[in-house]
């Protein structure tokens, strides 16, 4: 894999993981499993800039990511190659999962928010997807845990467009260590 492969900014991204979506919607005749595909999609990339955009789809199709398919009608679409479904599945929010290392580093990482009510919906998702990367609800908007997840935390920010939002703070010591190295199976 070339250097321009390797790493995607957070709209490229965005790109391959809703092509995948439609890729899904291709291949299910359900109208349930339709649903939630679709419901799987966030509303917030609705929002990405023209531009941006414009220079994220010509960077996946120059790496080989997408291609392009050119119709009588002179409309084209874009579809994910063998290589970009394997980068999207990569990217895929549903299925991440924060890798234990080896050895612990005995530090903590604590992921806090504070969500406006008027974003109740995004507040629960970000708990749900928190929870299901591992980490542990330390307070109602505060998670924590002992493994590297900056990557992935920083996938859930651009996912959600939630930058703003949320901190993330790697911390030494925290008081009730004991009862999270047990949570943690680290004693």
Not at 50 to 69: D, G, P
Request: with cysteine; hydrophobic share 40%.
């Amino acid at each position: 894999m070339d250097s321009k492969t390797k790493r995607l900014g957070a709209t490229q991204r965005k790109i391959l993981l809703l092509l995948l979506a439609g890729l899904a919607l291709g291949l299910t005749r359900s109208p349930k499993r339709h649903w939630w595909v679709l419901k799987q999609i966030p509303k917030e990339w609705q929002k990405v800039d023209r531009q941006a955009l414009e220079r994220a789809i010509n960077t996946l199709y120059t790496s080989h990511l997408v291609e392009e398919k050119h119709h009588i009608d002179g409309t084209t679409t874009l579809i994910l190659s063998e290589n970009g479904k394997q980068r999207a599945l990569r990217f895929n929010i549903d299925k991440m999962e924060i890798k234990k290392p080896t050895q612990w580093d005995r530090k903590w990482r604590i992921v806090m928010f504070d969500i406006p009510e008027k974003l109740k919906r995004l507040r629960d998702s970000l708990r749900l997807h928190f929870k299901e990367i591992g980490l542990i609800e330390l307070q109602k908007s505060v998670f924590v845990s002992p493994y590297p997840c900056s990557k992935e935390i920083e996938f859930i920010l651009e996912f959600y467009n939630t930058r703003k939002h949320i901190r993330f703070i790697l911390a030494e010591k925290i008081d009730n260590e004991l009862h999270l190295k047990k949570k943690f199976n680290l004693i």
